[in-house]
């Protein structure tokens, strides 16, 4: 089974930058959609984006549409997410998963710990 390690979270001011990463291990993602999706308290697990298994096509929330890009590197079976112009509503946990269209983020059986990110004023 995949599992995933997500890191690169951290305290950043307004209007800074993150990068977060995931590694995939026990198994190969190269054929698969990956996504991000975070979560906060109290609230139900969104979807923040997605990428195909080649990276050509990628898809995102609104809110973060021209801020955030994600990517993948099939050869070390890793995904990214570059988070730029951070807005203090982006403060959640961010997990990384394979990426289905048909399935809710309250579907996925697995999750790994996820990163937390806290953007301050």
Known sequence: QVRLEESGGGLVQAGGSLRLSCAASGG????????????????EREFV?????????TDYVDSV?????????????????QMDSLKPKATAVYSCNLYYTSYAPSEYEYWGQGTQVTVST
């Open 65 to 81: 549409k021209g801020r955030f890009t994600i990517s993948r590197d099939n050869a070390l079976n890793m995904l990214y997410l």
């Open 49 to 57: 984006a997605s990428i195909s298994w080649n990276g050509a096509f």
């Open 28 to 43: 190969t993602v190269s054929t698969t959609s990956m996504g991000w999706f975070r979560q906060v308290p109290g609230k």
